[in-house]
């Protein structure tokens, strides 16, 4: 299932997003990457000692455990007969290694769960530079020194509502820690797009990516990781 998906997403995005996007598809072993964005790759305190958010954006396609189409599977992964999306795993992931409070990004009005509905209509509004409206803000934000915020790649970028979560609440002064799963175009210049968006944080450079075919493998990565950074 994994490479037959992979490589049918990539020919698909590269026949609408041309040579550019695909160009950003590089297979590179390892979770980590210490090479996306400005910002330094550790954090400047202990994350267990300081005030922590878990962020996130994830959009299973399915509630349902059983009979799953081939995207609704790539969409989800399944923990104790509970369906979780990818990027929602490894939030509850992090937010379990470092007790932190989490908070997810949801939008005002309900996403389609058919697959290629969704990757148009998350085109169109990549195409129109759109920001979807969110059904709620973090209410205390200021409360937070540390806030890592998650996603999934959509269309070789973050997905809109990401950019809207982003805009509307303010992030200057705190640590930013990103964190995404992806079908094969890894960080896709993520990192980079968070560091310009948020220009007065400080945007960890060492983020977290794995593959949606590797989310059995995201307990041990994340547990790396996190080690990593302090
Ligand atoms: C609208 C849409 C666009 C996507 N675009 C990309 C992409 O450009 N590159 C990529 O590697 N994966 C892409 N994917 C795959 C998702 O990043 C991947 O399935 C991820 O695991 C979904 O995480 P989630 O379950 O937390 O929503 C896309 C998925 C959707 C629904």
């Not at 997403?9 to 980590?32: D, H, Q």
């Not at 958010?53 to 007969?81: C, K, R, W």
């Not at 379990?96 to 969704?118: M, N, Q, S, W, Y």
Request: hydrophobic residues 35%.
């Amino acid at each position: 299932m994994a490479s037959t998906t992979r490589r049918n997403f990539l020919a698909l995005a590269g026949a609408t997003l041309a040579g550019a996007a695909v160009s950003g598809c590089s297979i590179i072993e390892g979770a980590a990457e210490t090479s996306s964005g400005s910002g330094p790759s550790k954090v400047d305190r202990p994350l267990k000692e300081s005030r922590t958010l878990v962020a996130y954006f994830s959009m299973p396609e399915t509630t349902d455990p059983n009979n799953m189409t081939e995207d609704e599977q790539n969409s989800t992964h399944i923990v104790g007969g509970e369906v979780l999306g990818n990027t929602q795993h490894v939030a509850q992931l992090i937010e379990g290694r470092l007790g932190a409070d989490v908070f997810r990004i949801e939008t005002a009005e309900k996403l389609p769960l058919d697959h290629g509905t969704l990757e148009d209509l998350a085109l169109e509004q990549q195409e129109a530079n759109g920001r979807p409206k969110l059904k709620a803000l973090v209410p205390n934000l200021e409360e937070y020194d540390t806030v890592f915020i998650g996603y999934p790649i959509w269309w070789y970028d973050l997905p809109m509502p990401v950019y809207s979560f982003l805009e509307q609440h303010e992030f200057t002064g705190k640590t930013i820690v990103p964190f995404s799963v992806h079908g094969g175009s890894r960080l896709s210049g993520t990192v980079e797009n968070i560091t310009e968006t948020l220009s007065g944080s400080t945007v960890i450079s060492n983020a977290f990516t794995i593959s949606r075919d590797d989310m059995d493998r995201a307990e041990a990565e994340v547990g790396d990781w996190l080690g990593s950074l302090g």
